[in-house]
């Protein structure tokens, strides 16, 4: 089988480094040259393991892209840019013809998801690229679709804490209190308690020194109303290899939808896990 082609969009950010390093690696992939990039950033290619990524900045790449295309076909394209910039790319992609996985968290999602229905292509979204992370959000959806109203009258507390450069509330933890709001719980998405100072992320919540600059903490707490019962769940993720390996399961999975004909359809990481 022909190795898949994939456009890492994001670059030089630390988790687009990190999934072009594991892609760079793997023999189902070949890495397209060149990333769409943000408006910030003033170099013109960024090395990847000797690998040389040319950075196309958002007003350069109406004009570049076609030329683009032209030269490397239509590759699977991967998104971990910036929330601000996710639905501006997803109108690109489907304007351009170009399947995608969204890893960037942020965003009108509803609006992402109507436009890739109204397109040709398909596309898998997701707010955690995870696979055991998505596991556990997909055995609460069971338990919410199982046992409505399980939790009524539980108070929920939740903590997440992430690098200093994530812009957004996780998305992971907006889908998890989700969750929990079917089971019963009163509780709304502007009270997730969000940690992004490295000092508090050291000294309070002991995330180690080698992962201040990446890493996703969560803890849901959930109290019975006299207090005499207590759930808690944790998921602690230090670096981004996680992100980066259901991230290329993700791809693998899209090409075969694409090679299927498969078009103005969004897949999500438990279709990717269900493979089917």
């Not at 958002?58 to 971990?80: K, N, S, T």
């Not at 109290?223 to 996680?242: I, M």
Request: hydrophobic share 45%; proline share 5%.
């Amino acid at each position: 089988m022909a190795p898949i082609p994939i456009m890492i969009n994001g670059l030089p950010g630390n988790v687009a480094r990190v999934l072009a390093t594991h892609a760079l690696a793997d023999d189902r992939f070949t890495i397209v040259p060149f990333s769409l990039t943000g408006p910030d950033i003033r170099d013109r290619q960024v090395d990847i393991d000797g690998f040389t990524v040319l950075l196309v900045r958002p007003e350069d790449r109406a004009a570049q892209m076609p030329a683009l295309i032209e030269r490397h076909g239509r590759p699977i394209v991967v998104d971990f840019t910036h929330p601000s910039a996710v639905n501006a790319n997803a109108e690109f992609y489907c304007r351009h013809g170009l399947p995608f996985v969204m890893g960037t968290t942020g965003g009108d999602r509803a609006a992402l998801q109507a436009a890739v229905e109204a397109s040709s292509i398909a596309a898998v979204i997701a707010p955690n690229m995870a696979k055991q992370i998505v596991g556990f959000q997909a055995m609460l959806e069971f338990a919410a679709d199982t046992f409505p109203g399980l939790f009524a009258g539980y108070r929920l507390r939740v903590r997440e804490s992430h690098q200093q450069g994530k812009a957004d509330t996780s998305g992971t933890a907006k889908a998890v209190v989700q969750a929990f709001q079917r089971l019963g719980v009163d509780f709304q998405i502007d009270q997730i308690e969000m940690e992004r100072d490295p000092a508090v992320q050291r000294k309070v919540w002991g995330v180690p020194e080698a992962y201040l600059g990446g890493h996703g903490w969560h803890t849901y707490t959930l109290d019975s109303a006299d207090g005499t019962v207590r759930f808690e769940f944790t998921h602690n993720v230090n670096g981004r290899d996680v992100y980066a390996h259901g991230t290329l399961d993700a791809v693998t999975y899209l090409a075969r939808k694409v090679a299927g004909g498969a078009g103005g359809r969004v897949f999500t990481m438990i279709d990717v896990l269900r493979g089917v």
